[in-house]
């Protein structure tokens, strides 16, 4: 299973972006995809979650009402979309997934969000 995040860069505070993670070689629709978050010196931190069709969703409580997770099936695409950035909110994004009723799960590369004026 291969995922490739792409969208991080340099925003102003209270601004929009929107990271993306593509991925092949698996079934997209068996996948639980997550967006987690690292900066140095910090364990990685869960963002947001969705289920397999995308009925549900979970978020940290540090990003509920932000930020918004999404899927589109059949492009193999999860979405974060992140709303009224904060500059706490700077980090390297990963995206991560898990193949359903299986201890198996795979990681992107990141891709570095910075919140500054």
């Known amino acids: 299973v291969q995922l490739v995040e792409s969208g991080g860069g340099l925003v102003q505070p209270g601004g929009s972006l929107r990271v993306s993670c593509a991925v092949s070689?698996?079934?997209?629709?068996?996948?639980?995809m997550t967006w987690y978050r690292q900066t140095p010196g910090k364990e990685r931190e869960l963002v947001a979650g969705i289920s397999s069709g995308g009925g549900s969703t979970n978020y940290a409580d540090s990003v509920k009402g932000r930020f918004t997770i999404s899927r589109d099936n059949a492009k193999n695409t999860v979405y974060l979309q992140m709303n009224s950035l904060k500059p706490e909110d700077t980090a390297v994004y990963y995206c991560?997934?898990?193949?359903?009723?299986?201890?198996?799960?795979?990681w992107g590369q990141g891709t570095q969000v910075t919140v500054s004026s």
């Open positions: 991560n997934a898990q193949i359903i009723n299986s201890r198996s799960d795979y």
């Open positions: 070689g698996f079934t997209f629709s068996r996948l639980y």
